[in-house]
């Protein structure tokens, strides 16, 4: 790429302004269709709970290259012309994909407003009811919390997601009951005894779990031309009585537009090492994209994709993605102080792997790695995070072991 070619990112994300900050002062435009300032996903948790004011979660200023509140409808690949919801066009020389994941919606009874469309509306959610994906969520939640102490919130999903939205709402006093339809808390990431601490933690915040538990469909009552939430009906016949229902199903990668604009599409946009679509001048970055079997969905990964990208578009010799070894980190904050979480890797064992677990019920600490003959391949780390580090980088570097204590305990192995 010369830099006399435009560049268009479509998405305001971080990987979308990550990679315009690293391109500047070539000539870029990045499509942002929500209002707000951009901001860092990761913190909404932290904003719904009241930790942090909504500026806090801002991304740096993108100045100009910034077109806020501006939806891309179609691309219009022969012309290279990206058309957007106000009835403007960006051509690009180089088209960059970040848009990001969709929340994904359950098909349970009661969840659309099938009223909406006669008064204006296209399958609205019921009033009271919620995802929780994007700072208009997150507010919108916020503001149905205000001056309402003891309100009853039902969240469905118990992974990384539903989790954290359950601290959030326990804390701002809530009165919360997190259904979950798999057998422990954050299956992808935790075992059965790194789940049962943090089960006893959401607990101890007041936070009612339930595991092994199918979501049927929503109770709604009209109220004027719309519905208003009242319960979430169990598989099993019973109801929980709910003011506020919230979303936490997972995401899935958003690609309708490169779908509609003929390019490949698997559960994300698909990309070679260079980041590129099925059409050489587009690529795809970040929650949308697919690469290697793999669509990662997390911050890590979305950064390094555009660090990536950038210096392939710079023409830089050897610039490739080979993909990237993610790591997840939560912190819950609680009434006995914060519970860390930390996951790497492989943490459910293969055959003819070895194990190492330190449990300590005093503490609530929990620590676990997961070893393939002279490499580490995984671990898991709860309540106590000092050796993460240490952990993190023989798992990256993928290095033969060469002592395992010393990277398990706090006193160097002593």
């Known amino acids: 790429m010369t830099f006399r070619e435009r560049v268009v990112v479509i998405g305001a994300g971080l990987a979308g302004l990550r990679l315009a900050q690293r391109l500047a002062p070539a000539p870029v435009t990045v499509l942002g269709e929500e209002s707000h300032a951009p901001y860092n996903r990761v913190l909404l948790a932290e904003v719904l709970a009241g930790r942090f004011a909504p500026e806090v979660a801002a991304l740096p200023d993108p100045g100009p290259a910034l077109r806020r509140g501006v939806r891309a409808v179609r691309v219009d690949r022969a012309a290279r012309l990206v058309h957007c919801d106000d009835g403007t066009t960006e051509p690009y020389g180089t088209l960059v994909l970040a848009t990001g ?22 399958g609205a ?98 109220v004027g031309s719309r519905r208003t939430v009242t319960g979430v009906d169990l598989a099993d016949g019973f109801r929980l009585d709910a003011d506020l229902v919230v979303l936490a199903c997972g995401v899935r990668p958003r690609t309708g537009l490169a779908r509609a604009a003929g390019l490949a599409v698997g559960t994300g946009v698909l990309v070679d090492d260079r980041l590129r679509t099925s059409d050489p001048r587009v690529h795809a970055v970040g929650d949308c994209a697919e690469h290697a079997g793999q669509a990662y969905g997390l911050a890590g990964p979305a950064l390094e994709q555009a660090d990536v990208l950038a210096a392939v578009l710079q023409g830089r010799a050897g610039a490739r993605y080979t993909g990237t070894r993610a790591l997840t980190r939560l912190t819950l904050a609680g009434p006995a ?74 006193d160097g192995g002593s």
């Open 125 to 222: 959610l019921p009033d009271g009811v919620h995802a929780f994906r994007t700072m208009t969520d997150c507010l919108a939640l916020s503001d149905a919390l205000r001056d309402r102490p003891g309100l009853r919130a039902v969240v469905i999903g118990g992974g990384l997601l539903g989790v954290s939205a359950a601290r959030a709402l326990a804390v701002r006093g809530a009165q919360v009951v997190l259904a979950q339809q798999g057998g422990r808390l954050m299956e992808r990431q935790l075992d059965e005894g790194a789940a049962g601490l943090l089960h006893a933690h959401l607990t101890a915040l007041g936070v009612e779990v339930h595991t092994g538990c199918r979501v049927r469909g929503l109770a709604t009552v009209p």
């Open 101 to 122: 994941s969709n929340p994904v919606l359950p098909p349970l009874r009661g969840l659309f407003d099938l009223e909406a469309p006669r008064t204006g509306g296209a």
């Open 337 to 410: 102080g914060p519970l860390d979480l930390a996951a790497f890797g492989e943490t459910t064992p293969g055959p003819g792997d070895d194990v190492v677990c330190l449990a300590d019920a005093t503490r609530s600490t929990y620590r676990k790695v997961v070893v393939r003959g002279d490499r580490l391949v995984g671990g898991l780390l709860l309540g106590e995070l000092s050796t993460v580090g240490a952990l993190a980088r023989t798992w990256e570097s993928d290095e033969p072991l060469d002592q395992l204590s010393h990277l398990l305990t706090d």
